[in-house]
């Protein structure tokens, strides 16, 4: 199965870009890059997700290499709100199953 | 309001019992999903089902059991067969089985604690 590999922690401060890397060099040609976020005892919550070219909504940007191998979701202008664990997930084409790693879990000073 | 609910949010069991959680949604959501969380951990795959009638196992499936006799009903038992049973547990639905690209969406969760 695909993995993904994050960062334990980043930290940031209020109303800064926010870049967060995610690795997943085994990624078959089909598979989606999913951003998911958690907050503290509270089911996980859609960001943004791709296959290729990059990505906007309203809640933040994914790039993904052109290569496919890595991906990073930015947060143009952090709020304290953005404070949660973030999950890069793949999903296999096949089946809309998630691959979820360990995430990162952001911390935005004030 | 459409969603997913899953009751209750906190649930207490004696070990060796049985325990059915509750994952409802009226998203009209072809497939549902059932996720275990342990602390500081990411999300695992326990079952899913791609429509009514139909279900498979995921990476850590032994000792729970499902049924989807209905599209906006997934219950979720865990056995007492289940080793470890403490822990998060989150129920999802997706527009499709396929495809990859679907949004999941998750319910608020279960905390359950087997003493």
């Known amino acids: 199965d695909a993995k993904t590999t994050q960062p334990n922690s980043m930290e940031s401060n209020e109303e800064e870009p926010v870049h967060l890397p995610c690795n997943h060099s085994?990624?078959?040609?089909?598979?989606?890059i999913h951003w998911y976020r958690q907050l503290p005892s509270q089911g996980p919550e859609y960001v943004i997700h791709?296959?290729?070219s990059n990505v906007n909504n309203r809640m933040a940007s994914l790039a993904i290499a052109e290569d496919r191998k890595s991906s990073t979701l930015i947060l143009h202008r952090a709020t304290l709100r953005d404070a949660a664990v973030y999950y890069c997930?793949?999903?296999?084409?096949?089946?809309?199953?998630?691959?979820f790693g360990s995430g990162t879990k952001l911390n935005v000073k004030p | 309001d459409g969603g997913i609910t899953q009751s209750p949010k906190y649930l207490f069991r004696k070990e060796g019992q049985n325990v059915t959680l509750s994952c409802e949604q009226n998203?009209?959501?072809?497939?549902m999903y059932w996720y275990r969380q342990d602390p500081g951990q990411g999300l695992r795959l326990i079952y899913y089902?791609?429509?009514?009638?139909?279900?498979q196992k995921g990476d850590i499936a032994e000792g729970y059991s499902v049924s989807r006799e209905k599209k906006e009903s997934f219950p979720l038992t865990v056995t007492s067969a289940q080793k470890n049973p403490t822990a998060f547990y989150l129920c999802?639905?997706?527009?499709?089985?396929?495809?990859?690209?679907?949004?999941?969406?998750f319910g608020p969760g279960t905390r359950l604690t087997v003493t």
């Open positions: 999802a639905s997706s527009a499709a089985g396929t495809g990859g690209s679907y949004e999941q969406y």
């Open positions: 085994t990624i078959s040609g089909t598979d989606y």
């Open positions: 791709g296959l290729t």
């Open positions: 997930i793949l999903s296999a084409y096949n089946f809309n199953k998630f691959y």
């Open positions: 998203l009209n959501h072809d497939a």
């Open positions: 089902s791609q429509i009514v009638n139909d279900f």
